[in-house]
């Protein structure tokens, strides 16, 4: 196990969660991202302790989990109320800030909502429940 | 009391016209606008009782004293002041100084008297004018202008006086302002008079660098200054006459710079009286007589100031014979007797024996004509009175009986212009056709002034020619009145009645009261630095001559226009085309507008359409430049959260090359 090993591991961690936070739509996924990119930056702290010889990189490590700790959950709370303001996760919606000119998150396509999914309704015991129609029915 | 009236009647004459102007601005706009001429009617009044006093009192203290510490019993006698100091600058030092002698104790009885008559002719023609006291102050105005004008002891202050009663002038020509041939006249007027002042302002600065000093005192009275200038460099003395020539041709409508008084009388006719009759188109012959002593060394200026005097009185002349307006006429005759009194003023070219008379006699038909052309337009302004303000002679006819005042007014006034024997322009007329003949016959220009004479004989023919060609077609004939004048057209009323009279009485008696006895020489040439005069003998060849002259003029109107209109007519088909160039005015104004406007004018769109398309465009671009530096920057603020993360890491990673290189080539 040398440095240069731990040192990817951690680069390929941030990279990852960078391009998860760039691209994603979803709000809490991309805060999963972001937490994602902690991770990496505390798997290189530890790797650049270890070489070291000292704990400075764990302690640093520590900090930054407590951090992230803090920090998600003032996050979700911050989701929490934008949901409550539009119904959705969509971080396209609040892009209000921009220029009247720049392009719009509207002329994004919105993605595709799955269709409601029909699920079996509970019956009482003995009789057969009835299926959606989305599934074969089956033999049994 | 008397002490008191000594030391300060000189500020008084030009104080009290002003005082009524304030007055009636601050106060009689508003409250009692009906009577706003009393305080002008009152303050022409102290003026004139001023002016007699500084005449017969004040400036005859100065006479016996022509020594050199004249300057101290000037100061003490009361006719030199200075109100203020106004520019003490390095070398240039020039006070409000009002300074008096003879010459301008006779303008100021002259203008303050014919003032303050045409003001109370003016509170009854003005009547019912919804701009009364508006007219009044203008008026006001516009005496202290002329009065401060006559009394200015330096030429700057004189200067800035002769623009004031251009601007005064403006005011009442355009006093309707709502018609936009007035609005136009007035226009026109300004702009006109505006080049002659080009010339008088570059006149005063070639005085200023030529003498060091702009001091009336210095330049004219005290001959020393202009003997060096003489000894030095004649050339320049010709200049700066000529220059300010070019001033006096603007304001006393020489040719060409005649053209802005026909129009000037769309103004109200008291202002027509006043201001282009008697006081401010003679301020240029004024100006003129004033600065003799600068004249007198230049001839070649003075043979000028001749032949462009000579030139507007056979043009004006010309062009008053098919005028068919009554005033348009007699601003034509004012026109051609102020080339008369320049014709005059030019006459003592090389011949200095001569200059005295030359000017004295100018100056004496200046100020006979102020009474007898105030008394014409007065009595014009009565007859549009009673017409109802229709003033085409050929609407209105045989009006003897209908307005016997107005009548017996004009006549006196046609009489004394055309030069009839005893009346007042008889004398002062004939004097300058003597004047004229001793130059063509002892001056050394004698050819030059023989063509002078000739027209100024010619002139003399025709002014009273076409003097009663007016009053026959306005006061004889069949009697007829135009729409306009209502049932039974009323002659003046007392308030215009009094002055008519008084000025008609002037007109017929005052030539006789001044020239003959000698008076009015007498007391001119006591000015400080007027040419030695010498004695003049009466020239009765002469006087025959211009008697013949004027029975002649007035006979061939009678003969063409005592009869019936058509018979008028038919003399000037007669005529044909030369009417038609006459009518015109020598098709003058068609010529300055051809030559003169019409460039201007397309000169001035083309600096417009420059402005508007080249320089306007150019700003516009410039302000483009900001707008396209956004329209590039601008679409980066979207508002996508993720785009800002993306250039924050941008930022990260091209701010991580940087260190690493740096560290790089540090290692």
Request: hydrophobic residues 55%.
């Amino acid at each position: 196990m040398n440095l240069e090993s731990q040192l990817i591991v951690g680069a390929v961690l941030f990279i990852l969660g960078m391009i998860g936070f760039l691209t994603r739509r979803n709000l809490i996924l991309m805060i999963l991202s972001a937490e994602l990119m902690l991770h990496g930056v505390s798997v290189n702290l530890t790797a650049f302790g270890r070489q070291h010889g000292n704990a400075s990189g764990q302690v640093f490590t520590i900090f930054v989990l407590t951090i992230a700790a803090c920090e998600a959950g003032l996050a979700l709370a911050l989701i929490l109320s934008l949901y409550q303001r539009r119904k959705s996760l969509d971080i396209f919606l609040w892009g209000n800030l921009g220029e009247p000119d720049s392009v719009k998150p509207a002329e994004y396509p919105p993605t595709a909502e799955p269709p409601a999914a029909e699920y079996p309704q509970l019956v009482p015991t003995g009789h057969v429940p009835k299926m959606p129609a989305s599934v074969g029915t089956s033999k049994v | 009391m008397i002490e008191w009236l000594h030391d300060n009647a000189l500020w008084l004459i030009p104080a009290a016209p002003l005082a009524a102007c304030l007055w009636i601005v601050l106060i009689k706009q508003v409250v009692g606008r009906a009577t706003a001429h009393r305080p002008v009617v009152l303050a022409l009044a102290i003026s004139l009782a001023c002016s007699l006093y500084l005449l017969t009192v004040l400036v005859p203290e100065t006479f016996t004293h022509h020594d050199a510490s004249e300057h101290q019993v000037e100061a003490a006698s009361g006719t030199l002041r200075t109100v203020y100091e106004w520019i003490h600058v390095g070398r240039v030092d020039v006070g409000i100084t009002l300074r008096a002698d003879a010459m301008s104790a006779l303008m100021l009885v002259m203008v303050t008297s014919v003032s303050l008559l045409v003001v109370i002719f003016a509170s009854g023609y003005m009547h019912g004018d919804p701009g009364y006291p508006r007219f009044f102050a203008a008026i006001a105005l516009f005496v202290f202008s002329m009065c401060m004008l006559v009394l200015a002891g330096n030429f700057l202050l004189l200067f800035v006086f002769w623009e004031a009663v251009g601007l005064c002038s403006y005011l009442l020509i355009g006093f309707w302002y709502h018609k936009p041939s007035a609005a136009a006249a007035a226009k026109k007027a300004f702009v006109v008079n505006r080049i002659g002042d080009f010339g008088l302002i570059l006149g005063i600065f070639l005085i200023w660098t030529t003498f060091g000093t702009l001091d009336f005192e210095r330049v004219l009275a005290d001959g020393t200054l202009i003997a060096t200038v003489v000894a030095e460099n004649p050339v320049v003395l010709t200049s700066i006459c000529l220059l300010l020539f070019v001033g006096a041709v603007g304001k006393s409508a020489q040719f060409p710079l005649h053209v802005w008084l026909p129009d000037a009388m769309e103004g109200p006719t008291p202002v027509s009286a006043l201001i282009h009759a008697a006081t401010m188109v003679t301020a240029g012959v004024y100006l003129v007589a004033r600065c003799t002593p600068l004249f007198i060394h230049a001839p070649y200026a003075q043979l000028w100031v001749a032949g462009i005097g000579a030139a507007t009185a056979l043009i004006a002349a010309i062009t008053a014979l098919t005028q068919y307006d009554l005033k348009r006429v007699l601003a034509y005759s004012t026109v051609s007797q102020l080339g008369f009194m320049f014709m005059s003023l030019g006459a003592a070219a090389g011949n200095e024996a001569l200059a005295a008379s030359a000017v004295t006699f100018a100056m004496f038909h200046m100020f006979t004509h102020a009474y007898f052309k105030a008394v014409l337009f007065l009595s014009a302004g009565s007859v549009m009175h009673a017409m109802g303000d229709v003033i085409d002679m050929r609407r209105f006819g045989g009006l003897r009986k209908a307005l016997p005042i107005t009548h017996i007014t004009f006549l006196a006034g046609a009489l004394a212009l055309s030069g009839f024997p005893l009346l007042s322009g008889f004398w002062s007329k004939d004097e300058i056709l003597s004047v004229l003949s001793q130059a063509m016959h002892h001056g050394p220009h004698g050819t030059f002034f023989s063509v002078i004479y000739g027209v100024a004989l010619l002139s003399s023919l025709l002014t009273a020619f076409y003097t009663f060609r007016a009053y026959l077609l306005t006061f004889h004939g069949e009697e007829k009145f135009p729409e306009e004048a209502g049932h039974h057209p009323h002659d003046a009323p007392p308030a215009m009645a009094g002055p008519l009279y008084l000025l008609a009485l002037a007109a017929l008696g005052i030539g006789f009261l001044a020239g003959p006895t000698h008076f009015y020489a007498g007391y001119l040439h006591h000015t400080p630095g007027f040419p030695h005069s010498e004695e003049h003998s009466p020239d009765w060849f002469m006087m025959g001559l211009s008697t013949v002259i004027a029975l002649v003029g007035i006979g061939g109107a009678y003969a063409v226009y005592g009869g019936s209109r058509g018979k008028a007519e038919q003399f000037r088909k007669l005529f044909g085309p030369l009417a038609d160039w006459s009518y015109q005015g020598l098709y003058l104004d068609a010529i300055d507008e051809a030559l003169v406007v019409k460039p201007l004018r397309s000169l001035a769109e083309t600096a417009e359409f420059i402005d508007r398309m080249v320089i306007d465009k150019l700003v516009d671009a410039c302000g483009l430049v900001p707008q396209l530096l956004g329209g590039v920057l601008r679409p980066v603020q979207n508002g996508l959260i993720q785009n800002y993360a993306a250039m924050m890491l941008v930022g990260v990673l091209a701010g991580l090359v940087l260190v690493l290189r740096t560290i790089a080539y540090g290692m």
